[in-house]
């Protein structure tokens, strides 16, 4: 089992719609990250939170760092064809550079 | 600036090959990682090293080493390779520097068939 479940696995939608990522564990993490995958190319960081309760907004995505920082989701409004592509959560315990990641939610917009 | 490169692209080996892959960062950064990545399994740490001389263990550390010489070059090894360890292999780094929240860059990727 992995340290941090993403659901959904999945998620088809059309153009404008609203979606919700989320990100969950057991484990209390000194900080999240949402990361975007492209096919064929390494994750890039889209945002990392520190704070539980945090709420981050970056132009159409907000991010929330749950309150006992052991949760976090993504919400994406009026989602764009743009936005397809492999979301990832990621959390770092007791030692800052020790990553665990989410096993990802592959989000498709259509036109 | 490259980056961080890695070599080769792509790789298929016989099992009970020795393989290594190799990782270059030009970002000065103190903190480099392997990862791999499966369908469905999202991306799983093999080793790390949060500064040149030092490397720690990861979730799926078996069957692999890895050296850090210099703050530079991060090389993963596959003594023997195993078909298993077919993966997407990912190089990152990261200042390594603040406590909490430091961002990881992540090179283009190698993928390794083993038959």
């Known amino acids: 089992t992995q340290l941090l479940e993403q659901s959904p696995q999945f998620l088809s939608i059309q153009e404008g719609e609203n979606l919700t990522v989320y990100c969950n564990s057991s484990?209390?993490?000194?900080?999240l990250q949402w990361y975007r995958q492209e096919p064929g190319e390494g994750p890039v960081l889209l945002v990392t939170?520190?704070?539980?309760?945090e709420v981050k907004k970056l132009k159409r995505l907000t991010f929330q760092f749950g309150d006992a920082r052991k949760d976090s989701s993504l919400h994406i409004t009026a989602a764009q064809p743009g936005d397809t592509g492999l979301y990832l959560c990621?959390?770092?315990?007791?030692?800052?550079?020790?990553?665990?990641f989410g096993s990802g939610t592959k989000l498709n917009v259509k036109p | 600036i490259a980056g961080i490169t890695q070599a080769p692209t792509s790789q298929i080996l016989a099992a009970g090959r020795r393989m290594t892959l190799r990782c270059t960062q030009d970002?000065?950064?103190?903190?480099m990682y392997w990862y791999r990545q499966d369908l469905g399994l999202g991306l799983r740490l093999i080793h790390y090293?949060?500064?040149?001389?030092?490397?720690g263990k990861g979730e799926v550390p078996d069957g692999y080493s890895v050296s850090r010489a210099n703050t530079d070059d991060f090389p993963l090894t596959l003594a023997s390779a195993v078909p298993s360890q077919t993966s997407v292999y990912f190089c990152?780094?990261?200042?390594?520097?603040?406590?909490?929240?430091?961002?990881?860059?992540f090179g283009p990727g190698t993928r390794l068939t083993v038959l």
């Open positions: 990152a780094s990261s200042d390594g520097t603040a406590s909490g929240g430091v961002e990881q860059f």
């Open positions: 090293s949060n500064t040149a001389g030092t490397t």
């Open positions: 990621a959390g770092a315990l007791d030692d800052f550079n020790k990553f665990y």
């Open positions: 484990s209390v993490f000194s900080s």
């Open positions: 970002m000065r950064h103190n903190a």
């Open positions: 939170v520190v704070t539980g309760g």
